[in-house]
């Protein structure tokens, strides 16, 4: 055991009796960097959670080194967003405060955890770019945001050895060059590190070895390059999908169109001088820096922001405000996104999640008709699904949530389907099938799609325009479009 930071011996770890590891038998030499690379519900974060402690073995041991426990090994995930999420909107009182705002934990408060900042602190803020976060509330940053903050508080605490699991999801382009960066200054040095990743793409070529991980055993090792070489990502692919009728819209009117529209938050620009005209023929790409206004942008549009009101937006042929509903809003729009997944659907069947798609709610609290029952098995056929059915939706792992969202955003055949950030948390085969359904949809139906991504790889082959966020003179964002 002098030569291993941590052993796993002859582990089993069941979930709801089903076993996850199962005689599991893994050592992490001291020293070495490490990459296990496998595609979601393999058995890397139970592995990950067996190492940190936060999940027991119903049977085997887990041992450790001279000088080193659990608690000295640190762990980043997205599980510890949502967490730090839970724990925010636990104790906001803007309902009881005179402003009507609580900021929550700030960013520096999170990372610090109790500590003073100093000049590491400082540096490491600058490596990450987040100095202009530091006083926000973690509420009010981005996803890419939130995962460096979490590398930023994990370093900070410079733990015996890093645990990271697929650093570079939701990341704008500079932030994966940073982290890359990060990442090569990381495995050079003595702090080992243990990758988690479902992309052969994202391993350094620093990483000692790379370990295969498939259905809870690990069936392979290589190089960083022989595992980029092997594991390259597949063509998109899809089965047929049910989609519903919809009546198509005029050829020469927009859907939406935006005129010369702001957003200031607490007097701070967001969003500045956005023109923007969406065409029946258009399905647009959405991409900009983390904290540039594309999920405010969003909101404008499908109801989430009432800083839409007294703007000149016409939605569907009306000037919005002027008498529709929020409920006849969101009733033409389909959406799949981060924060759903990560804050709001706790203790609900997979299939209520996507029935709640019916009736735009968060959680289900109206029964389905037997033809909706019949729509929502249908898409849980299409998108192999079906097994999950009766499962609740947090023991789900993150891809297959992914793709409960993208049926519950589906089944009223929406007019405009907004995917932002869809393939964070997708292995390569998942994202293949999330992307070819995205093409199938575009392609067989009158919904038109808005898709936000910083990796221009993941773009669907469906696309024809480009909004681009960049950073304004005045101050916030605004938008450059093209036509692809």
């Given amino acids: ?47 990950a959670q067996l190492i940190t402690d936060t999940l027991r073995p119903n049977r085997g041991q887990c041992s450790y080194g001279e000088h080193i426990g659990p608690g000295d090994i640190a762990h980043i995930s997205f599980d510890q967003h949502r967490q730090l999420m839970e724990h925010d909107r636990r104790f906001d009182d803007s309902e009881t405060r005179a402003d009507a705002f609580d900021v929550g934990t700030r960013v520096r408060d999170a990372i610090l955890q109790g500590g003073v900042a100093d000049e590491n602190f400082d540096q490491l803020c600058q490596r990450l770019r987040i100095e202009h976060i530091l006083d926000r509330g973690i509420r009010f940053i981005s996803t890419g945001e939130s995962r460096k903050t979490l590398l930023a508080r994990a370093l900070l605490a410079k733990p015996a050895a890093l645990i990271i699991d697929n650093p570079l999801e939701g990341l ?58 092997r594991f390259a990502p597949r063509q998109h692919f899809s089965r047929a999908l049910p989609l519903a009728e919809i009546a198509p819209w005029p050829e020469d009117e927009a859907l939406f169109e935006l005129q010369h529209v702001d957003v200031n938050f607490r007097g701070t620009p967001v969003l500045s001088d956005i023109n923007w005209r969406f065409m029946p023929h258009h399905h647009c790409w959405i991409s900009g820096p983390n904290g540039a206004g594309k999920s405010t942008l969003l909101g404008l549009l499908c109801g989430e922001n009432d800083k839409a009101y007294g703007q000149n937006i016409r939605l569907f042929g009306k000037t919005r405000g002027s008498g529709e509903s929020l409920w006849d809003i969101k009733a033409q729009f389909g959406l799949l996104n981060t924060s759903m997944q990560l804050n709001s659907l706790k203790r609900v069947k997979a299939s209520d999640v996507i029935a709640s798609g019916f009736f735009d709610s968060v959680g289900l609290y109206d029964q ?43 089944v009223k055949s929406p007019r405009i389907l907004i995917l932002d950030e869809p393939c964070i948390g997708l292995d390569e085969e998942q994202k293949a099938r999330l ?9 067989h139906s009158q919904t038109r799609i808005l898709f936000v991504s910083h990796r221009e790889e993941e773009i669907p082959a469906c696309i024809n325009q480009h909004l681009m966020l960049q950073a304004a003179e005045v101050g916030g964002y605004t938008a450059v479009i093209r036509e692809r």
């Fill in 172 to 229: 704008d382009a500079q932030a994966q060059a940073d982290i890359r960066q990060l990442l090569d200054e990381l495995v050079a040095s003595p702090t080992p590190v243990l990758l988690l990743t479902k992309s052969a793409t994202d391993i350094p070529d620093g990483i000692d070895e790379v370990q295969i991980m498939s259905q809870g055993s690990i069936t392979g090792h290589c190089s960083p390059a022989e595992a980029r070489r």
């Fill in 435 to 443: 992307l070819g359904a995205v093409d199938y949809i575009a392609e």
């Fill in 1 to 47: 055991m002098s030569d291993n930071l941590v052993c796993l011996n002859n582990v089993r770890f069941a979930h709801q009796l089903e076993p996850v590891l199962d005689d599991f038998n893994w050592c992490w030499p001291k020293g070495k960097h490490l990459a296990i690379l496998g595609s979601n519900g393999c058995g890397k974060t139970t592995l």
């Fill in 368 to 410: 389905p008709s037997p033809s909706q029952q019949q729509c929502l098995r249908e898409w849980l056929a299409a998108l192999e699904l079906s097994d999950f059915a009766e499962q609740r939706f947090e023991r789900l792992s993150f891809g297959q949530q992914r793709m409960i969202l993208l049926a519950r955003a589906m």
